[in-house]
């Protein structure tokens, strides 16, 4: 048997890099019968190949990471997540990652903490409905910050990006919504394996050092959806902070720092501690490799939480009924049907539901994104503005929208939207959207969207989207980090308006 520490090419040809690894005293750790899961994780990812990854995968993940990034675009031009990029600026350390903003690149694990924060900034970002998990977050800010150090080809940045996405979807598919019931942000939770999935794959790290960097990053499993009470945005920081542990997990495993193979599983493992759920190897693991996650993640077509989305489908559906009946002015009521889970999320506590103190507030507020979606008939970033908090007419007709709990059997998010109105004249008026999976979005709307968010339709922006597209072709990163420098222009820095 060879040495696990021992330094090899990865199968898609790319070198690993020491950043400190070879001590020789990681246990390695066989897949087998009963392997544990982060093992079976930890060796799947560091045997995927791109011969592996079916071609309907591959499009899915170029589709979302083009998504994700369009959402970093549109943060940085707007002048989002400017403490995240000033704390970044200010750890600096060796020029590995530029980060849209940064007028100079700083370390691999400040960069993944900044791209974190600018790929939710906007809660724009993509959503796997079943696991809840915001998926093109848990991976982008990994593979963009650690690509560089690593030197990584085209073909790795594809392989280490579907290993990054299957991880997330996984975490979260392990124990569906239970970790929001008990006060935590499942990206958080999901992103931290992810981004050590990721960055392993990047750096080539052989099987038991990437097991050994999962049981270390577990330990930094958290986030807490206290700001829903408190007008807070400190969900933005989840997927950076994510990211930067799950880089620094994966350096502590190289220079030989030891992490539990039962992360996942064991006793006071995520699941046990964090969902008060058990769960098995097999259940998390089982079909890896055959049943592929990546193709069921959604992206957003609304900038605010996903559990709104339906609802604001069904009011763009009401809105046009209002033609001929006085607009939105003549609702006297409107009340939405909610699944029980989504209550806490959107709809209270009601006050703050109903009159937003934040932006951020506003993007988990039902009555209030369903009050703007009503009289604009579309949500955009700008719409949750802070001047947007103050228009009366909205505030209005939002204190004349509640709800109503009606159970649903699948995911919360893909539960049907329907909305029951009732106008100053006694006219009833109904809105409703079907429920259940939605397919995958096509890569048109996707486009659009990330062409508005980068500022407009370019040359810059068309040939930035044709190469994450087909991102296993590019050399490296470069010529991908160089349009975006190009498409930002000088005004996105720090502070910017």
Known sequence: MTD???????????????????????????????????????????????????SVVRRAVGRQLLDGLGCVLAAARTGQAAPALAVAAGLGGPAECAVPGLAEPVGAPAGALALGALVHALDYDDTHPGALVHATAAVLPALFAAAGPAAADGPTLLVA???????????????????????????????????????????????????????????????????????????????????????????????????????????????????????????????????????????????????????LDAAAVLR????????????????????????????????????????????????????????????????FAREALARPEVAALAARITHTEVPYDGADAEAPGVLRAVTRDGTRLDARIDGGPVRPPDTARVMAKFHANAGGETPATRELAERVLRLERERDLTAVQNLVARVLGPAARPGAP
């Open 161 to 311: 990006a579907t290993a990054g996405y299957e991880t997330a979807v996984r975490i979260g598919l392990g124990a569906p919504y239970r970790f929001h019931a008990r006060g935590l942000h499942a990206t958080q939770i999901a992103a931290v394996f992810a981004a050590a999935v990721t960055a392993a794959v990047l750096d080539g790290r052989p099987a038991d050092v990437t097991a050994h960097a999962l049981g270390i990053a577990g330990s930094g499993a958290g986030g807490l959806l206290e700001f829903l009470d408190a007008g807070s945005d400190t969900k933005t920081l989840h997927p950076g902070l994510a990211a930067h542990t799950g880089l620094l997990a994966v350096r502590l495993a190289a220079a030989g720092a030891e992490g539990p193979a039962t992360v996942l599983e064991g006793r006071n493992g995520v699941y046990a501690a964090l969902a008060d759920q058990p769960v098995t190897a097999e259940h998390l693991m089982g079909d890896l490799g055959e049943m592929w996650h990546v193709t069921a993640v959604e992206s957003k077509l609304h900038p605010c939480c996903h559990l709104l989305h339906r609802t």
């Open 320 to 383: 046009d009924r209002l033609t001929g009946h006085g607009g939105p002015r003549s609702l006297a009521s409107v009340v939405a049907q909610v699944p029980p889970g989504t209550v806490p999320v959107v709809c209270e506590p009601r006050p703050h539901r109903v009159a937003p103190r934040t932006p951020y507030e506003a993007r988990f507020s039902l009555p209030f994104s369903t009050a703007l979606m009503l009289y604009d008939g579309a949500l955009t970033p700008g719409g």
């Open 4 to 54: 696990p520490t021992a330094k090899t090419a990865t199968p898609h040809g790319h070198h690993d890099h020491d950043h400190g690894h070879g001590h020789g005293h990681h246990h390695g750790h066989a897949p087998g019968e009963n392997a544990p899961a982060a093992v079976e994780l930890a060796h799947w990812a560091s045997e995927l190949t791109p011969a592996k990854v079916p």
